[in-house]
């Protein structure tokens, strides 16, 4: 049966700059090190690590949430497509992320909330630290 995975997390810099980050294909594979093909036109086609991901953008509203279709290339035909919702709150001169992600396949839960922090959250704080001013 697919899981729910929610993890928060608080980044050093204001909501709408991570916002934009998360959408600026650039930006986006600078701090995650690998190429990212993605928009916030809802339809729009969403793959990152050699397409090792691949969705497609549902609903954004600006600065604040994006919700996107992933699945994931081992992915067994039956799995159903998870449904990733970025939430953004301010927190003084920080930004905390609220992140759910829906309908994980079984077989990936563990190696998706992993994942999560050793290719998004740390790799984006350093990012971040690196690129101040």
């Known amino acids: 049966m697919p899981k729910t995975i929610q993890q928060s997390v608080i980044l050093p810099a204001p909501a709408e700059r991570l916002y934009g980050m998360y959408l600026d294909p650039k930006i986006h594979a600078a701090f995650t090190g690998s190429p990212v093909t993605i928009s916030s036109e809802p339809g729009s086609q969403f793959r990152a690590f050699g397409d090792m991901l691949s969705g497609r953008m549902l609903y954004t509203i600006p600065n604040r949430l994006i919700v996107q279709s992933w699945r994931a290339y081992h992915w067994k035909p039956e799995d159903i497509d998870s449904i990733l919702t970025l939430t953004f709150y ?6 905390r992320i609220e992140m759910a992600h829906i309908n994980v396949a079984d077989q990936d839960f563990q190696g998706v909330i992993e994942g999560w922090e050793k290719y998004y959250w740390k790799p984006w704080r350093k990012y971040l630290e690196k690129t101040k001013g």
Do not use: F, Q
């Open 90 to 95: 301010p927190e003084g001169k920080a930004s």
